[in-house]
């Protein structure tokens, strides 16, 4: 059984499907909490399953839909260049478990919004290596490695 299924959801449901199927299920057992007894007790162990059942749940959905190309993922990275805010945009990738060339891309941008150049660097070379063939990651990390060099020249 899928952890969708649990939440009569398929595996492709969308994550706003997931949170309507979550809050539905926590409301029918957050009237048992208050109970005495076996009846208590067993809202109690059916509300802790919800939650962690929920947070695999979150997991699989942020780890099937973080790819290049997912527009949820591309305006979460351009409101975090646009506001210099990485927050969002780093913990979706912490909740990354497959490091995938797009992934270090990712951790890249993050790393070079908050000016830490050579660990932006770092895993653009990462994602050169998972990628070769990938243009648009060759000319970043091409252009990281240009910048810091004039940097360092004028220091």
Same mark, same amino acid.
């Given at each position: 059984?899928? /952890? !969708?299924?649990?939440?009569? $959801? ?7 499907? $997931? +949170?309507? %199927?979550?809050? &539905? !299920? ?9 109970? &005495? ?5 067993? #809202?109690?162990?059916? !509300?802790?399953? $919800?939650? =962690?059942?929920?947070?695999? #749940?979150?997991?699989? /959905?942020? @780890? ?11 305006? !979460?990275?351009?409101?975090? /260049?646009?506001? @210099?805010?990485?927050? =969002? ?6 909740? +990354? /478990? ?7 891309? +990712? ?7 908050? &000016? ?22 060759? &000319? ?12 360092? %020249? @004028?220091?």
């Amino acid at each position: 059984m899928s /952890i !969708m299924e649990y939440f009569g $959801l398929s595996d492709a449901a969308a994550e706003s499907e $997931l +949170v309507q %199927a979550y809050e &539905k !299920m926590k409301s029918g057992f957050y009237d048992g909490l208050f109970l &005495k007894g076996k009846e208590g007790r067993d #809202a109690a162990d059916n !509300m802790t399953r $919800l939650e =962690e059942s929920y947070s695999e #749940a979150k997991g699989f /959905i942020i @780890n099937r839909d973080f790819c290049e190309g997912n527009a949820d993922i591309t305006a !979460m990275i351009n409101r975090a /260049i646009a506001s @210099n805010d990485v927050y =969002e945009l780093q913990t979706r990738l912490d909740a +990354v /478990i497959e490091k995938t060339a797009f992934w270090h891309y +990712v951790e890249a941008v993050a790393f070079y919004i908050k &000016k830490l150049y050579f660990d932006a660097m770092e895993h653009l070379r990462q994602a050169v290596l998972l990628s070769d063939r990938n243009v648009k990651y060759a &000319k970043a990390l091409f252009r990281l490695e240009e910048k810091i060099l004039m940097e360092s %020249a @004028n220091d």
